[in-house]
């Protein structure tokens, strides 16, 4: 398999405070990869970094050959790179039925049409979109007023109204109950799986990540101290005594 | 599209219009020209403020631009209504989009401050340039066309103007550019996530809003056959933003009533008090306090406890 993403030495400081520290990375095409670390290792900062939320001070980034460096988010995302956050972000006064409608809108290029009622366009895939992560029913519903979960669920289905390739998913599960989180990720390992997606993820369920990963990265202070497969993950004596021993003890 | 039933409530007030001449005192007339031209000028605003989440307070600049601008084609350059009007609201779509590209750089208090300022710079060359604008004198004895100048020609041209514009806006408004402006107001992070350059949206809505600003001003400066200083004030935009948030930013027809009713209140309060300015302190409070979605959402609430759809 070749490389999806590449990112070299990678460096991002806030105020003298260094949150990504000379990563090196490789995303191989297809795989699915979590980033996992305690809170406040950079797990977020590493993705605004990719998706062009923030600029990072060295390093570079490319995209099947394309470099992302100083690329904005609305190009990002047109490359073929579609990511959900950790803290709802939605259209909290649109529609579900809208939240996502807009978003295939944007994909296509028609936030200049002056003149075609938007509510009258994608009215069909915006409903499979739906069906796809389970809100067909509450679509007329504010997505403001949406459970914590459900609001979850319709960023992702904004994710994948970008049509993407590559799929960052930052905390999907986080405030979920443990049902939510067992539908959700059986819901994404399917979508991933049948749109041929690359995903990576970053998780605080050790069950989760543990469950779909084919590879792991282990983020600490800001630097990547292990990448590779979960058993060689789960064995790495420093992952052990910086992370996951914290776990065992708890 | 349209709902069916929007289209028909839409058709039975602007017949309800045409016919006000009819049984209209001259008065009634004239009050409603001007209530119609500030209608326009409030849902221009809206654009911007509703739709896309943008508070300008320099509105009145693009207002006062249409209107000197048609004044002075119309009058000192002698052009046909024909082509005077539609080169004023252009001219003012042309500089709302000169000052909207540096304000869409900034954001929230920041972009309110520069539009103010823009609209300052407006103001003063209309002040100083005398020759052209007639300085604080106003730009007075506009030149009408015959079959506009009697009251109620004007008032069959006014409704006319501003009806297409008002329906020009509602397409606008609905459309897909429109829906994305609202995710914007939503969310701006966001779309910029699902691949919308808001800056350059921002800047769109911002031209959008000032060219239709400029043709309420146009048709309010023909209106009082003269355009003055006060028109480019700050007070304006003030007046302007105050009838948008009366009546709703959240709806697309609330403008349309906030400008009615804070017109005629306006109007009334004057016959019979010189406190215009304290009864206008009043409304704010009590938008500010009770009212933050206007007169249409305060509609609103009313059915939802009503238990009507």
């Known amino acids: 398999m070749t490389a999806m993403l590449s990112i070299d030495g990678l460096w991002k400081s806030f105020a003298g405070f260094v949150a990504t520290r000379d990563v090196t990375f490789e995303l191989l095409a297809g795989e699915t990869h979590a980033v996992i670390g305690p809170n406040g290792a950079g797990k977020t900062t590493f993705f605004n970094l990719i998706t062009g939320h923030l600029r990072p001070d060295k390093g570079s980034v490319s995209f099947e050959g394309r470099d992302l460096v100083g690329l904005p988010p609305q190009k990002i995302v047109r490359l073929g790179i579609a990511r959900s956050f950790q803290r709802i972000n939605i259209y909290p006064r649109l529609t579900v039925f809208e939240n996502v409608q807009v978003a295939l809108i944007a994909h296509e290029g028609q936030q200049w049409n002056l003149f075609r009622p938007g509510r009258s366009l994608h009215r069909q895939g915006t409903q499979e979109l739906l069906e796809l992560v389970g809100l067909a029913s509450e679509a007329e519903e504010t997505a403001g007023e949406l459970s914590y979960g459900k609001q979850k669920q319709l960023e992702l289905a904004i994710a994948l109204a970008s049509q993407p390739r590559l799929l960052l998913l930052d905390e999907p599960t986080a405030g979920m109950s443990p049902q939510e989180t067992g539908e959700t990720i059986a819901s994404v390992r399917d979508i991933v799986k049948a749109r041929g997606l690359t995903l990576l993820f970053t998780e605080h369920d050790m069950s989760v990540v543990f469950g779909i990963a084919e590879r792991i990265s282990v983020l600490h202070h800001g630097e990547i101290i292990a990448s590779g497969t979960p058993d060689a993950v789960r064995n790495d004596p420093e992952v052990k005594r910086v992370y996951l021993g914290e776990h065992a003890h708890g | ?309």
């Not at chain 2, 700050?234 to 349309?256: C, Q, R």
């Not at chain 2, 019979?272 to 306090?289: A, D, S």
């Open chain 2, 1 to 309: 599209m349209p709902q069916r039933r929007d289209l028909i409530a839409s058709a039975i007030v602007v017949l309800l219009l045409a016919l006000l001449p009819l049984a209209g005192s001259r008065y009634a007339i004239d009050l409603t020209t001007e209530v119609m031209i500030y209608a326009l000028f409030a849902l221009s605003l809206n654009v911007l403020i509703g739709f896309t989440g943008n508070i300008s307070f320099g509105h009145a600049a693009y207002f006062a631009i249409g209107g000197y601008a048609c004044a002075i084609l119309l009058t000192t350059y002698g052009w046909p209504l024909a082509l005077a009007l539609p080169a004023a609201v252009v001219l003012a779509g042309l500089v709302a989009a000169v000052v909207g590209y540096f304000c869409v750089r900034l954001t929230q208090i920041y972009f309110a401050m520069l539009t103010l300022a823009f609209a300052m710079l407006v103001w003063g060359v209309a002040f100083k340039w005398k020759e052209v604008t007639g300085g604080d004198d106003g730009f007075t004895g506009i030149k009408m066309p015959e079959i506009i100048a009697h009251h109620v020609g004007y008032f069959y041209f006014t409704l006319v103007v501003v009806a297409a514009g008002i329906a020009a806006l509602w397409v606008i408004c609905h459309s897909a550019f429109g829906l994305t402006l609202v995710a914007i107001r939503e969310n701006s992070v966001r779309a910029g996530f699902i691949g919308v350059d808001t800056r350059h949206m921002r800047w769109a809505a911002f031209t959008v809003a000032g060219t239709f600003g400029g043709l309420a001003g146009a048709l309010f400066g023909m209106y009082h056959r003269g355009m003055y200083i006060e028109n480019a004030f700050w007070t304006e935009s003030a007046n302007v933003l105050i009838m948008v948030l009366l009546g709703g930013i959240y709806s697309f027809i609330g403008p349309i009533i906030g400008a009615a009713v804070l017109h005629l209140l306006q109007t009334f309060t004057n016959q019979y008090t010189p406190y215009w300015p304290t009864v206008l302190g009043l409304i704010l409070l009590v938008i500010v306090m009770v009212l933050p979605d206007g007169l249409i959402g305060l509609v609103r609430r009313v059915r939802a406890r009503g238990g009507r759809p």
